[in-house]
Nanobody, 124 residues
Framework: VQLQASGGGLVQAGGSLRLSCAAS????????IGWFRQAPGKEREAVSC???????VYADSVKGRFAIARDIAKNTVDLQMNSLKPEDTAVYYC???????????????????WGQGTLVTVSS
């Protein structure tokens, strides 16, 4: 079981990036998958999750700007990030939710199988 995040980079404020979380060893659409981020000197925080049943959760700070979605054909969970702000700068990680709940809370303590992160830098 392995997850790999990709798609990070350097972008100006107001720009967009699309992150992708690819899985090996399991199918993403039967799991809750979350995107999290960690900025220097800060704790890891939840950004967005897509639950087993397909419902989505967003942190207040990214609502209306970010969108999470599954690509079943590619077995990925993608995070479209628009209207990026300097405060979005962080290493972004994807992870798999523990257990089989359809109502898993989008919190880092409920997730495992963390992939390597991808760095997003937003310049002002």
């Amino acid at each position: 079981v392995q997850l790999q995040a990709s798609g990070g980079g350097l972008v100006q404020a107001g720009g967009s990036l699309r992150l992708s979380c690819a899985a090996s060893g399991f199918t993403l659409d039967s799991n809750t998958i979350g995107w999290f981020r960690q900025a220097p000197g800060k704790e890891r925080e939840a950004v967005s999750c897509i639950r087993r049943g397909g419902d989505t959760v967003y942190a207040d700070s990214v609502k209306g700007r970010f969108a999470i979605a599954r690509d079943i054909a590619k077995n990925t969970v993608d995070l479209q990030m628009n209207s990026l702000k300097p405060e979005d700068t962080a290493v972004y990680y994807c992870a798999r939710g523990r257990g089989s709940s359809f109502r898993l809370t989008c919190s880092a303590s409920n997730f495992g199988s963390w992939g390597q992160g991808t760095l997003v830098t937003v310049s002002s």
